[in-house]
């Protein structure tokens, strides 16, 4: 087979990728190793940014976003018992930020490319690539019917998420370097059959730790609470998962709604940038580049916003033979990338209690919030980069 751009990873940085190439008239093959109703299945969660919403109604995917979407207006913090709201459009010119799921991007991504001609290829195997720092590299992998194919392409896109194989493809000790942090607490979620307790998200501080209540539809609702990441799901009771949260959550504005719960997992996370994100003509996005803790909302809007930026760069060379923005695609991704580090960090570190916090700690970060929630320069700093900026 041949085609222009080859792209590893039918998540949403592969997806959308392939998609604004092919407004473009550029082609692209997207392979993965998960099935198609794998990745369509797969509930995870999401919250779009105001230019993520933009982009999907611009390029014809804001059909069922317009109609399942939940505009937010603003988000909730509180603390010490007391609820502060942040008003996110208020404070950025009317931008807001939509819950529409992961899966439901990618439902669209899939229907839209395949009705557009796009070749998909899910359940694939044995993938690997050859002579990325060449004129043609080639993609090996062994597809569903168990024949093995070759994919020749111009260009490559490693869009294979934080279980990645094209990072590793970037040599380590000579030009790839990682930067990784761990947190030193994980998040207990569920998914459960519920009304909404909040028209809006809230993100809770609390002596117990920090707890996220969202909601996925007017009867599911999405509920987290800081946890040991050594835990057990199978530690808690539905009757104990309730009772935690009501003890974080519950005050002047909010109480949490109790319903049958269906699904629980605890999810650690990490902060991780890769630098370069490009390598010959491997391109990386999305989380095979940089992984961030999902407090500030911002993993899938960075795989879109790399993919903006790389299809420019994709459109550019191709149409004026240009590869100044080709070069330019891991300083220009970076700059969001690390701006969106420091923001989850920053969110993440306000919210959550560490195991080793002491008095001072505690005080510190009460009084952060106070900062953050009774100034218009705080608020504003959360609403700015909580709706997201600009695409680069």
Sequence with gaps: MRTQVGVVGAG???????????????ESVVIDKRTREDIEQTIKAGILEHGTVDLMRQTGLGDR???????????????????????????TGGKTVTVYAQHEVLIDLIARRL?????????????????????????????ADGARQVLDCDFIAGCD???????????????????????????????????????????????????LISTRSPTVQ?????CDPADSVDNWSDDRIWAELHARVDGEDATV?????????????????????????LYLAGDAAHTVPPTGAKGMNLAIADVVVLSRALVDHYRSGSTGLLAAYTDTALRR????????????????RFPDANDFGLRRQVAELETVTGTVGGSTYVAENYVGLPFS
Excluded: C
Excluded at 122 to 136: C, K
């Design 337 to 352: 990338v690390w701006r969106a580090q420091h923001f989850s960090y920053w969110m993440t570190s306000m919210l959550h």
């Design 257 to 281: 709604k109790d319903g049958r719960i269906f699904q629980k997992a605890i999810l650690h996370f990490r902060s991780l940038v890769v630098e370069p994100m490009q390598y010959g003509r």
């Design 222 to 226: 999405r509920l987290y609470f800081q």
């Design 115 to 143: 009705a557009d001609g796009g070749q998909l290829m899910f359940g694939v195997d044995d993938v690997s690539a050859e002579d990325i720092t060449g004129d043609s590299p080639t993609i090996r992998f062994t597809d």
């Design 161 to 211: 998420g934080s279980r990645t194989y094209t990072r590793f493809l970037i040599p380590e000790e000579t030009v790839r370097k990682d930067y990784f942090h761990q947190y030193p607490f994980a998040w207990f979620g569920i998914l459960a059959e519920a009304p909404p307790s909040s028209d809006e998200l809230i993100y809770a501080r609390h002596e117990r730790g920090f707890a």
């Design 12 to 26: 949403p940085a592969g997806l959308m990728l392939s998609h604004l190439l092919h407004l473009q008239g550029i």
């Design 65 to 91: 976003l317009a109609r399942d979407g939940a505009e937010h207006q603003g988000i909730y913090l509180p603390f010490n018992g007391r609820s502060h709201r942040i008003d996110l459009a208020g404070l």
